[in-house]
C-alpha cells in the first residue's frame, strides 16, 4: 500500500539540518525544490513570483533562474530584502539572467496569468501583518492561477489554520507532508497539494498518509489521504546543481 510521511514542522526542520550537515548542500537542496515546483505546473503566459525573506523567498528566486532558462517570462515581486547565503545565490543569478525584480506595490500582480507564492514558509505563526496581508488579499482576489511553494502563505504549519492565507490552484510542499496542509482546517486553501521529493533524509518518522480507503484505524498513526493530495510525489532527489 502506498504511503506517504507526515510529519511536524519542528521535524522537517531537524531533517532539513541534519541532510545539508551530513549529505547535500541546502543550495542544491532549494535548486531540487524549485526543480520540483517547475515540473508540478502547466507554467504559460505571465508569471509573476512573490518572494519573501528566508528560504522560502529562495525558492522562488531559484524558480526564476529555472524558468527563464526555459524560456518563459516571469519576474520576481519581492516583500523583503532579507536574504540567506542560498537564497541571495539565487537572487543573484536571477539578476544576471536579466529576470525583473521589483517591489511589492499595489497591483503588482494585476497582469498575472500565473502567481506564485513564495512568501513565508512553514514556520509562520500568527496573524498577517502589512505589507504581506494586502499582497495575500490581492493574490486571493485575482483570476490568476495561484502556485504556493511548501505552504500556503500564513497557514500554520503544524495545524494547517489561518486568519488569512493564499488560496492555491495546486500547492507543491517540499520534502514532506507537514500536518497542517493535511488538516481539515487546510481543505478550503488549496485544491491540489503534491509533494517534491528532494533527497531529505528524515530525522524521525511520526505519522503515515494512507489512501483514504484503506483499512485503518486513527490509533493506528495512519492519516486518511484527503481528496486533493497526490500520492505520488514528483522525484527531484537526484537532481544536479547548475552552476
Not at 482546517?185 to 491540489?192: G, I, P, S, T, W
Not at 486513527?218 to 484527503?226: L, N, S, V
Amino acid at each position: 500500500m502506498k504511503t506517504l510521511n507526515c510529519i511536524s514542522v519542528g521535524n522537517m526542520r531537524e531533517s532539513d539540518r541534519m541532510t545539508i550537515e551530513k549529505v547535500v548542500s541546502g543550495r542544491t537542496l532549494m535548486y531540487r525544490a524549485a526543480m520540483g515546483v517547475f515540473r508540478a505546473v502547466n507554467w504559460h503566459g505571465e508569471i509573476v513570483i512573490a518572494v519573501g525573506g528566508g528560504n522560502n523567498g529562495g525558492d522562488g528566486y531559484a524558480l526564476a533562474c529555472i524558468l527563464k532558462r526555459n524560456n518563459y517570462t516571469c519576474r520576481i515581486v519581492k516583500l523583503s530584502e532579507k536574504l540567506t547565503d542560498d537564497s541571495g545565490y539565487y537572487a543573484k543569478q536571477a539578476e544576471s539572467l536579466g529576470v525583473l525584480c521589483e517591489a511589492y506595490a499595489s497591483g503588482a500582480f494585476a497582469d498575472a496569468d500565473v502567481i506564485v507564492d513564495c512568501l513565508l514558509g512553514t514556520g509562520f505563526l500568527g496573524t498577517l501583518r502589512e505589507p504581506w496581508l494586502s499582497a495575500v488579499q490581492e493574490i486571493n482576489s485575482s483570476k490568476s492561477e495561484v502556485v504556493s511553494v511548501d505552504i500556503n502563505s500564513g497557514m500554520n504549519g503544524d495545524t494547517g489554520e489561518a486568519e488569512t492565507a493564499v488560496q492555491s490552484d495546486i500547492t507543491v510542499t517540499i520534502g514532506y507532508v507537514k500536518r497542517g496542509p493535511v488538516s481539515p482546517n487546510a481543505a478550503r486553501y488549496m485544491k491540489k497539494l503534491v509533494v517534491a521529493d528532494i533527497g531529505i533524509v528524515l530525522a524521525k518518522e511520526e505519522e503515515k498518509i494512507v489512501p483514504a480507503d484503506a483499512d485503518t484505524q486513527p490509533d493506528d498513526g495512519c492519516i486518511p489521504a484527503p481528496d486533493y493530495l497526490m500520492m505520488e510525489p514528483i522525484d527531484v532527489s537526484h537532481e544536479k546543481l547548475l552552476n
